[in-house]
């Protein structure tokens, strides 16, 4: 699936959400992206953690093609070049790092894929913003706080800050990252860990799945309720 990095990195924002994964039984694996696409899903993370997740990502591109044209399946755990460029060699539209590794982003870049690295530090983060960087993972999210965010989010104004590593689908966890400006929540083991998918606990996850992207859309809605009632006074002040 042809994509640019423009529009990946919107359909990533407008979700609010960005799920991640590994299972290593193709049949589960693609119940999950039948359950994520239901709800609203366009962009969802697999990642490089186990023996089978070459053989596995190859059959859920194939299945996307199949089935969801228009959903992004990207890898995520990549901690080599050469894995990088391997994934995006089999349809991966944007890689994700734990951490920030500029070979990875130099082989991403020049292979027109989207290049999320890991940060955890204002070093790091301004590392990859000099390697071309646009997204950022800020990981673990469970360590830094959504505090961090709002200490270093106006220093980065051009890169969109992706919080990761803990969060759990609780509004009293997402809605202060969300506040401080996350372009979107990549959640992984606390919305579809193994133990969910060992049970095939599909109605658990989708449950889950529909509560936090409910969580999102309305912290969206009141925060656009608020930019418009901050303009309405604006004008009634400038009159």
Request: aromatic fraction near 8%.
């Amino acid at each position: 699936m042809a994509t640019n990095n423009a529009s990946t990195i919107e359909v990533i924002k407008k979700n609010g959400l960005l799920p991640m994964y590994y299972y290593d039984n193709i049949e589960v694996a693609k119940q999950v992206i039948d359950i994520l696409y239901a709800a609203g899903i366009f962009a969802v993370e697999y990642t490089n953690r186990g023996e089978k997740t070459e053989e596995i990502f190859k059959e859920l591109i194939a299945y996307r093609d199949a089935n969801y044209p228009d959903l992004l399946i990207g890898a995520g755990t990549i901690k080599k070049a050469e894995d990088a460029a391997l994934y995006i060699d089999l349809g991966a539209s944007f890689i994700s790092s734990p951490g920030m590794i500029k070979e990875i982003g130099k082989t991403v870049q020049d292979k027109g894929a989207l290049w999320i690295p890991g940060c955890m530090t204002i070093s790091e983060i301004m590392e990859a913003e000099i390697c071309g960087a646009t997204v950022v993972k800020l990981c673990p999210a469970s360590i830094l706080k959504s505090s961090f965010l709002v200490g270093i989010k106006n220093i980065f104004p051009k890169i969109a800050f992706i919080p990761m590593g803990g969060l759990d689908v609780d509004r009293y966890v997402l809605t202060p990252w969300l506040d401080a400006g996350a372009a979107s929540l990549s959640i992984g083991s606390r919305l579809l860990g193994k133990a969910l998918l060992d049970n095939k606990a599909f109605d658990i996850i989708e449950l889950r799945v529909r509560k936090a992207l409910s969580i999102i859309k309305l912290i969206a809605s009141v925060k656009q309720e608020e930019k418009q009632t901050l303009d309405e006074i604006r004008k009634k002040t400038a009159i």
